[in-house]
T-cell receptor, first 112, second 112 residues
Framework: GENVEQHPSTLSVQEGDSAVIKCTYSDSASNYFPWYKQELGKGPQLIIDIRSNVGEKKDQRIAVTLNKTAKHFSLHITETQPEDSAVYFCAASMDSNYQLIWGAGTKLIIKP | DSGVTQTPKHLITATGQRVTLRCSPRSGDLSVYWYQQSLDQGLQFLIHYYNGEERAKGNILERFSAQQFPDLHSELNLSSLELGDSALYFC???????????FGSGTRLTVV
């Protein structure tokens, strides 16, 4: 079955710098790749997603890139701010089922 | 407010007891997913219901069961509770094929 690996497990960046979180997936049939942000004590919240017919998607300071050949996708956060501190999860799914396969999460720490 | 309602928010109970967690999905969503998240851990998929029918099971213990009712709300029943069952339990809903999960704020279960 599908497997999603996420790196790094912890990422510490200076406020204002960029942060990049990477995920790889194993099943080439996967075609939907969302990213979720989980703040302390809250449920995960969808922040951006991408489908396999698109290579890149941007939403203000957040972007996701997808390399289908290499089977990896990345979350890019520019001009990081203290409120970006959270745990970020990537996931993958395919049309043949309803299930999201999740990465293990990345704890992003923004240093003032 | 995400539109997914989970009750109760907090629950403290003793080992060996049984509890029921409740989830009301976002209006129009037919799928309900249950997840367990232990301290500083990732999201462990438990079970998925679609329009009242069980669609997939993850790492759900035999002591745990769930159902989705005709009004689409769902309940997760946890019995013979052990200390290790202490965790955050999240419910998520989606309209269709797993795209755009919306999570509730979770139920924090503490078994003492």
């Amino acid at each position: 079955g599908e497997n999603v690996e996420q790196h790094p497990s912890t990422l510490s960046v200076q406020e204002g710098d960029s942060a990049v979180i990477k995920c790889t997936y194993s099943d080439s049939a996967s075609n939907y790749f969302p990213w979720y942000k989980q703040e302390l004590g809250k449920g995960p919240q969808l922040i951006i997603d991408i489908r396999s017919n698109v290579g890149e998607k941007k939403d203000q300071r957040i972007a996701v890139t997808l390399n289908k050949t290499a089977k990896h996708f990345s979350l890019h956060i520019t001009e990081t701010q203290p409120e970006d501190s959270a745990v970020y999860f990537c996931a993958a799914s395919m049309d043949s089922n309803y299930q999201l396969i999740w990465g293990a999460g990345t704890k992003l720490i923004i240093k003032p | 407010d995400s539109g997914v309602t989970q009750t109760p928010k907090h629950l403290i109970t003793a080992t060996g007891q049984r509890v029921t967690l409740r989830c009301s999905p976002r209006s129009g969503d037919l799928s309900v997913y249950w997840y367990q998240q232990s301290l500083d851990q990732g999201l462990q998929f438990l079970i998925h219901y679609y329009n009242g029918e069980e669609r997939a099971k993850g790492n759900i213990l035999e002591r745990f069961s769930a159902q989705q009712f005709p009004d689409l709300h769902s309940e997760l029943n946890l019995s013979s509770l052990e200390l290790g069952d202490s965790a955050l339990y999240f419910c998520a809903s989606s309209e269709d094929r797993g795209y755009g999960y919306t999570f509730g704020s979770g139920t924090r279960l503490t078994v003492v």
